[in-house]
């Protein structure tokens, strides 16, 4: 009695087995997929992008920038570009002695100041957005970030100044920092000024 | 420049050729139009010291240039 029944049963499964495969098949039909990374247009992360990003960027603001402006960044982690606009006549054009240079750091305010005294006048957020509808997920890399800085400064410093939201400094760089920074590039020229005499008197 | 991805290369070529220099003016006025900055990197010839050049127009590129930099145009942070 017990083996007809499982008799029985075996052959109830294998007639329903193509009606199940059926409704599994539609189920499976129906149900939302899951969106895959493709289909949402998002980029697989490559860790290694964004260095290579960066070491491309280095190359370029060496070729670029003078020779001790690279050192300036290389050593410092930061680029002085001296102002060209002063109001009065007399302070213009004045070489190696601006009436008012920059500080421009990756990613960081641009910063104004006084060289002769080392008075913070103040700090120009300035930033480069993505243009390329990227929603403002990325950002230039850091040294090219500065190559821009030092491109509009350079080349049209009222445009780039205009634009930028100029508070007093403190907004968001910490002044004492950057009159930190002020005293290493000091001593940093005076470093470079010390080699460059040794290596002169050598000659 | 590129955010995200640093520098790419556009475009090349000879300007004197004439297909070459159609190829650079057509990606020229693109990068504009997309609202790019241009900037050639030149020596001061008085203080022989090195600054940029924004171009607005492809006849205002110096023409011992050997590159011109696009770069996202600043905006307030």
Known sequence: MLLALLALALIAMVLAAPLGLRRLRDWRARRPTRATAGELDLELYDPGRERRAEQRARELLRSCVNAEEWGMYRDLGFIRVAGRHARREIDRDRGAHPAYAYLVYPHKPIVAYVPETGQLLSEYCVEFPDLTGGGGRHRLPASDDVLAKWMALTSDEDRVIRRANMHLVGRQLDPARVRRDLWRLAEWERRRGNREQVQQSQR | ?77
Request: glycine share 10%.
């Open chain 2, 1 to 77: 420049m590129k955010p995200g991805h640093g520098e790419v290369l556009l475009a090349e070529g000879d300007p004197r050729v004439r297909e070459d220099e159609e190829r650079l003016v057509e990606e020229f006025r693109r990068q504009l139009d997309e609202g790019m900055w241009a900037a050639v990197p030149v020596r001061n010839p008085g203080s022989g010291r090195r600054e940029a050049q924004m171009v607005k127009d492809y006849a205002d590129i110096p023409p011992d240039s050997e590159r011109v930099i696009f770069f996202p145009r600043a905006s307030g942070g």
